[in-house]
């Protein structure tokens, strides 16, 4: 029997990358799944969002592990959108034990640069898609007396990275909404924790935008030249990429009973950068 056992665990982002790898390591530890996302493109965004098929990609994975799955397209920025996406969940299973808020993107731009439209984009999903997730899951939490909430936050809610400002604005502000909401929601035996992953192998981290994060003078510089600077100058450990899975362990964890008395925390999946910013 797995860890989650008759749970019902909710993944925004899930069509792709980091958010389908979760839902299916929360689905192979016996949790039902809900998973939602966009299927379209922002066009302040440098690199492809999700496209029509990647969330019924998921549910076919998901169920192929003998899991029920249902999926929902929704916009985390849409507050009622989210909340249908809760609704579903109970609609469908009855209950909703878990809420992973992975939805996100990144945005490739130096601050001075940066379009109010493209600002207001990034805080929109990265953070204010939290509180979305966070607010409309909370009542259903509360009443049963039991939930975790786990965010998806970023090396860059620790530090300062060149070339994203919004993106470093919205992941610190997760982690300041993390440790607030387990202060309020703590009596209810609620949890509330992020992961916070580093350089991950998915197109977000390995798109054709990312060299001029690295390297915003030479328009000539590659992926191999990025993965130099991260294996000689970020990682302490001898690999070359995070995996997805890697983040999805920890995410399982601090979904499981294992956990239950972590809550207000954040859990970084670094291979060693976390010793090169403050504690």
Same mark, same amino acid.
């Given at each position: 029997?797995?860890?989650?056992?008759? *749970?019902? #665990? +909710?993944?925004?982002?899930?069509?792709?990358?980091?958010? =389908?790898?979760?839902?299916?390591?929360?689905?192979?530890?016996? #949790?039902?799944?809900?998973?939602?996302?966009?299927?379209?493109?922002? &066009?302040?965004?440098?690199?492809?969002?999700? @496209?029509?098929?990647?969330?019924?990609?998921?549910? =076919?994975?998901?169920?192929?592990?003998?899991? =029920?799955?249902? *999926?929902?397209?929704?916009?985390?920025?849409?507050?009622?959108?989210?909340?249908?996406?809760?609704?579903?969940?109970?609609?469908?299973?009855? =209950?909703?034990?878990?809420?992973?808020?992975?939805?996100?993107?990144?945005?490739?731009?130096?601050?001075?640069?940066?379009?109010?439209?493209?600002?207001?984009? @990034?805080?929109?999903?990265?953070?204010?898609?939290?509180?979305?997730?966070?607010?409309?899951?909370?009542?259903?939490?509360?009443?049963?007396?039991?939930?975790?909430?786990? #965010?998806?936050?970023?090396?860059?809610? *620790?530090?300062?990275?060149?070339?994203?400002? @919004?993106?470093?604005?919205?992941?610190?502000?997760?982690?300041?909404?993390?440790?607030? #909401?387990?202060?309020?929601?703590?009596?209810?035996?609620?949890?509330?924790?992020?992961?916070?992953?580093?350089?991950?192998?998915?197109?977000?981290?390995?798109?054709?935008?990312?060299?001029?994060?690295?390297?915003?003078?030479?328009?000539?510089?590659?992926?191999?030249?990025?993965?130099?600077?991260?294996?000689?100058?970020?990682?302490?450990?001898? +690999?070359?990429?995070?995996?997805? &899975?890697?983040?999805? *362990?920890?995410?399982?964890?601090?979904?499981?009973?294992?956990?239950?008395?972590?809550?207000?925390?954040? +859990?970084?999946?670094?291979?060693?950068?976390?010793?090169?910013?403050?504690?």
């Amino acid at each position: 029997m797995g860890r989650l056992e008759g *749970k019902v #665990a +909710i993944v925004t982002g899930g069509g792709r990358g980091q958010g =389908r790898s979760h839902a299916l390591h929360l689905a192979r530890e016996g #949790a039902d799944i809900v998973v939602c996302g966009i299927e379209r493109q922002f &066009e302040y965004v440098q690199y492809p969002l999700f @496209s029509p098929g990647d969330l019924d990609e998921t549910v =076919r994975l998901v169920e192929r592990e003998d899991r =029920r799955a249902v *999926k929902v397209v929704v916009d985390v920025a849409d507050y009622a959108g989210m909340q249908e996406v809760v609704e579903t969940a109970v609609a469908e299973f009855g =209950r909703v034990d878990i809420m992973v808020a992975n939805a996100g993107f990144g945005i490739f731009c130096p601050i001075q640069d940066t379009t109010p439209e493209a600002w207001r984009g @990034s805080i929109d999903t990265n953070l204010n898609g939290m509180f979305n997730a966070l607010h409309t899951v909370a009542p259903y939490f509360i009443e049963q007396r039991s939930g975790r909430f786990i #965010a998806t936050a970023s090396t860059a809610s *620790k530090m300062g990275i060149p070339n994203m400002a @919004s993106y470093c604005a919205a992941k610190w502000g997760v982690v300041g909404l993390i440790k607030a #909401a387990a202060l309020d929601l703590g009596k209810y035996n609620i949890t509330c924790n992020a992961v916070v992953p580093g350089a991950t192998n998915t197109l977000a981290a390995t798109n054709d935008q990312v060299p001029k994060i690295f390297f915003p003078d030479n328009p000539d510089a590659t992926m191999d030249d990025v993965m130099q600077v991260i294996r000689s100058m970020w990682y302490a450990l001898p +690999i070359d990429m995070i995996q997805p &899975e890697d983040i999805s *362990k920890a995410v399982v964890f601090l979904a499981s009973d294992d956990a239950r008395y972590i809550s207000g925390t954040t +859990i970084d999946i670094t291979a060693g950068q976390s010793a090169q910013y403050s504690a």
